[in-house]
């Protein structure tokens, strides 16, 4: 059966540190992947997605890129995080043409 | 892209009453229409989805409408109790790749 790894589950960091958040998935192949965030009491934005290595597609634009170097690896970075990067970060992995599955999320508190 | 409003942002129903949550996407393309349950603190699960190919879809004290022409959605529980109590999240999406999500509704079912 195929499983969502997410981590880390918190992490507090200072503003202007770099950020890496690491998502993985285990028992498929060439899943679409994806990178949400929630800020405290809002819904779900989008952040990337990606439908294969080294594709990556942002929806809006930010102080956060991703990454994909393998195929059920998928990456948030940061070079130097902002008071505002604060949320709850969520990967999620799709086969091609079917419904999310969220990992268990990273709380992210920049201070 | 696609635009998913979602109303009402907080809803407070006694144990045993109906709730009912409403979605509208503006994407005449969009196709697939999930809602997810996320429970304080935890990731988003999928509760029920809908294909555009149907007009209502039910699971126990769960069901959800669909009214493609006016491009709108519902979900609707029935005989609430305290545990529905959570954040609900309509998506659309084309071809279940890249979910736009609204900005959730707050259940808070009151004993």
């Known amino acids: 059966s195929q499983t969502i790894h997410q981590w880390p589950a918190t992490l507090v960091q200072p503003v202007g540190s770099p950020l890496s958040l690491e998502c993985t998935v285990e028992g498929t192949s060439n899943p679409n992947l994806y990178w949400y965030r929630q800020a405290a009491g809002r819904g779900l934005q989008l952040l990337f997605y990606?439908?294969?290595?080294?594709?990556i597609s942002s929806e809006v634009p930010q102080n956060l890129s991703a990454s994909r170097p393998q195929d059920r690896q998928f990456i948030l970075s940061s070079k130097k995080l902002l008071l505002s990067d604060s949320g709850f970060y969520l990967c999620?992995?799709?086969?091609?043409?079917?419904?999310?599955?969220f990992g268990s999320g990273t709380r992210l508190t920049v201070v | 892209g696609e635009n998913v409003e979602q109303h009402p942002s907080t809803l407070s129903v006694q144990e045993g009453d109906s709730a009912v949550i409403k979605c509208t996407y503006s994407d005449s393309a969009s196709n697939y229409f999930p809602w997810y349950k996320q429970e304080l603190g935890k990731r988003p699960q999928l509760i029920i989805d809908?294909?555009?190919?149907?007009g209502e879809k039910k699971d126990q004290r769960i069901a959800v409408t669909l009214n493609k022409t006016a491009k709108h959605f519902s979900l609707h529980i029935t005989e609430t109790q305290p545990e529905d109590s959570a954040v609900y999240f309509c998506?659309?999406?084309?071809?279940?790749?890249?979910?736009?999500f609204g900005t959730g509704t707050s259940l808070t079912v009151i004993p």
């Open positions: 999620a992995w799709s086969p091609r043409d079917s419904l999310y599955t």
């Open positions: 809908i294909r555009s190919n149907v």
């Open positions: 998506a659309a999406s084309q071809w279940s790749n890249q979910f736009y």
């Open positions: 990606s439908v294969g290595i080294g594709q």
